[in-house]
Each structure stands twice: as C-alpha cells, then as structure tokens.
C-alpha cells in the first residue's frame, strides 16, 4: 500500500518502483447537448427552414401543386387546390408567390412569412402582411388583404406524385403545420396534429384522416375519408368540439415520386359559435 509503479516500455520487463503519484488523467469531456427540432430557432424566433434539414429545398418553377387555405376577399374562407402552378421562393425556401394555369394567384409582400417549412419534397408556411392576386370563385376576383399576426394565409406546396402507388397501406404522420387560426383574428393561433392512413389499391387509394385542431377556447376533431386515383384528393370530414354542429372541407395531394410527402389545408365551419378556422399542414410517410 502506497507504492507506485510505472510499466516499462518493454514488454517483458517487470514494473518498476517509482516516487512518482500517479495521476488521474485527463478530466472527463462535458456531455454534449442535445437539441430538439422545436428549440432549433432563427433570429427572429421562428423555426428554421426544415425540420429535416434537407440537403436541398424546393426552388422556383413550374409544374406545382400547391393548396391555398385563405380568407375573407369573398366573405367567406375558401381551401383552393392550385394544379400545374409556377411557385417563388425566396432564399430561405418559403415560398412567396404561386400562379395557376387559369391564372388564379397570390402574392406575398414577403413582410412576414411564419409556421414555415421546407423539406425539399413539400413545403408550407402561413403569409401575414398584405396579400394580393386573384381567385376563381363565383368568378375572377381581385385580392387584397393585410392580415395581422392572428390571421393569414396558409398553404403546402410540392410537386405532385405522377402515378401513385398501386399496392401497399402506408401511414403518414406529421411533419410540419401551420398554426390555424380563426378567419377573424379574434385570438391567437392554435395548434394542430394529426395523421394519415392509406391503402393504396390497383387503381384508387383511400385515404383516412384523423386531425386534431387545438384553438385557444375550444379543441376540434376531424376524421373522414375519401378514395383517389391521382395525387389531388378531397374529404368532408365529420367534426366534433364543435357548439352546435359544424362543416369542414379538406383539401390535399400528394408529393414526390413515390407519394412520399401529403399536404393539406383545411376549414371548419363552427357556424353556432361564428368561428372559421384555417390551417395547413404537411405529412411524411412512414
């Protein structure tokens, strides 16, 4: 007890008694932190671009899809799919601009883009600031809206899977949403969550959602399903949470190759409680 030895650089010679205290070594690395995509944050508090961190984006050009989740020109909101579109996008990857064949468009002042997305496969985000361009609904109307930071205009954006898949069920969760709000701004923005299930068939899919939509006075619930043979798709959802009773409409299409990506927007009508709600949202498959 108390004595140090040192081993010798050759290997067959015995340890040798030394006056040296041997030490402890090195001190221990600290451990390293580890971030989750929710704290992963740019300057101004918004996540960043990707919550894949995708090695490229979605760039401008043509042949999109792109579902439009909007409000109030016409009185009324409205989810719009946009087919064989030319979309913009700005450095960061949010899109800022989309025009359709029949000439149906919105533009972005690019003040403030939010809830925003962009995997290289689909993108989305929520526009505040002032929109304008033009819808066709009961005709070719103008727009021109200024939404503050409780309203806005939501969308996803990709482009569409040529042939879907003919066999096999697949199970897309999510990826990213935009924080649904109410037409007319009278809260903050909620949260959404949701799911996808298909069964892709020789010539259809079907398609079964389940969506959570969390406001803050109220919580609603949209399960429906529907059957495609491309990569748009409609549902009339049965809604629950709701005052009396209330409409949905979603609206969406697949993206990628392979129909790896969905996207969707969405309303609810709570006609009792005179509340619309928006949102859009984008699903990964599994």
Sequence with gaps: ???????????????????????????????????????ERESDGENVISSASPTALLTTGSGYTGTIAYCCTFTVPWVVTMSSATATFDGLGRMTEIVDLLD???????????????????AWGRWTGNVTGQAEIDGMNAINETYDGNKGLHFVVGMPTPSLPTSGVATYSLLGATRPTYADGSQAP??????????????????????????????YGMTGSTSTSSAAFSISPSVTGCA?????????????ATAERAGVGYHIDDFAANKDVLGAAAFTKQ
């Design 190 to 219: 909620g949260s959404f969550n949701g799911s996808l299930s298909v069964d892709f068939g020789t010539s259809v899919a079907t398609i079964n959602a389940n969506f959570t939509v969390t406001m803050p006075d109220r919580t």
């Design 244 to 256: 009396s009773s209330c409409s949905a409409s979603i609206e969406g299409f697949f993206a990628g």
């Design 104 to 122: 149906q468009k919105f533009i972005s002042d690019g003040t403030s883009i939010v809830d925003y997305g962009n995997d290289g496969l689909i």
């Design 1 to 39: 007890a108390g004595i140090s030895g040192v081993a010798p650089t050759d290997p067959n010679q015995p340890p040798q008694e030394t006056t040296e205290v041997p030490t402890s070594g090195p001190a221990p690395l600290p451990p390293q932190q580890e971030f989750a995509q929710g704290e």
